[in-house]
């Protein structure tokens, strides 16, 4: 894992995830599979954590080659509301299986609920992610909106 923030409220997440989080960082991804998979399953729905453990099951499927994993991913973002590390999991799940677009729209929501989630500022980084438009209902292309966006791109050079 890339930041620290995961492993936040460590001691209080379920057994089976911390299991999961140590076979990860030993690099053993069969081994995380199962513990997370195990967490996700013995979680009722209403764990604050239930998303979080549905997000790495998730993506050790995807990293294991099943892409069904990020239906658990997608689904896990779906209901989050604060938690950044899910968001994250679903990006570098999308990444993982070529989905581009909906791995920046993960980045982006997860930063509009956690502006300073260390990973997920990496990874758009990382990623290039392009600046919104101006003015939104006209396409990027469009003459207004490349004069307008270079000119904003240029006072916040200034500043």
Do not use: W
């Amino acid at each position: 894992m890339e930041g620290n923030k995961i492993y936040r409220d460590y001691a209080v997440m379920s057994p089976e995830f911390r299991e999961g989080i140590a076979a990860l960082a030993k690099g053993d991804h069969q081994k995380a599979l199962d513990a997370f998979a195990l967490a996700d399953h013995k979680t009722s729905r209403d764990d604050v954590y239930k998303n979080k453990y549905q997000s790495f099951h998730g993506l050790m499927l995807v990293y294991a080659g099943q892409s069904k994993g990020i239906e658990l991913c997608r689904a896990a973002s779906a209901s989050e509301c604060f938690d950044g590390d899910v968001f994250y999991n679903q990006a570098r799940a999308e990444l993982e299986l070529d989905h581009r677009r909906h791995a920046v729209m993960a980045l982006r929501r997860g930063l509009s609920f956690d502006r300073s989630h260390p990973d997920l500022l990496r990874l758009r980084q990382r990623l290039g992610v392009r600046r919104g438009l101006v003015i939104p209902f006209l396409g990027r292309d469009n003459i207004f909106n490349k004069f307008l966006g270079r000119l904003t791109y240029q006072r916040l050079q200034m500043i």
